[in-house]
Nanobody, 122 residues
Framework: VQLQASGGGLVQAGGSLRLTCAASRRTSSNNAMGWFRQAPGKDREFVGRINWNGSTYYADSVKGRLTISRDNARSAVYLQMNSLKPEDTAVYFC?????????????????WGQGTQVTVSS
């Protein structure tokens, strides 16, 4: 499985972006999907995930502003980002989980996309 993240770009603070994670083939609808990000000089961190049943979980730093959804028929997962802040600037990665349920540990995810840059200007 290859994952391709897209939709990043430059946006002003308070703006919105929608990231898309597309799989090279139909992914198992039974796997969790996650989003992570890595800011310059920092470790990659958990953003949020969606389980096979559609349940979502987010990092406290993005709760209420970012929303994950999935379209299994299109083998796609989306990250809708609203009310963006300069501290959201990072490379965003999508990842496919090992199992139907996943948490925030990177070891729970098997396949990773190449990342897409999100830059939020103040």
């Amino acid at each position: 499985v290859q994952l391709q993240a897209s939709g990043g770009g430059l946006v002003q603070a308070g703006g919105s972006l929608r990231l898309t994670c597309a799989a090279s083939r139909r992914t198992s609808s039974n796997n969790a999907m996650g989003w992570f990000r890595q800011a310059p000089g920092k470790d990659r961190e958990f953003v949020g995930r969606i389980n096979w049943n559609g349940s979502t979980y987010y990092a406290d730093s993005v709760k209420g502003r970012l929303t994950i959804s999935r379209d299994n028929a299109r083998s796609a997962v989306y990250l809708q980002m609203n009310s963006l802040k300069p501290e959201d600037t990072a490379v965003y990665f999508c990842a496919s989980g090992l199992r139907p349920y996943a948490g925030q540990e990177q070891t729970e995810y098997r396949y990773w996309g190449q990342g897409t840059q999100v830059t939020v200007s103040s």
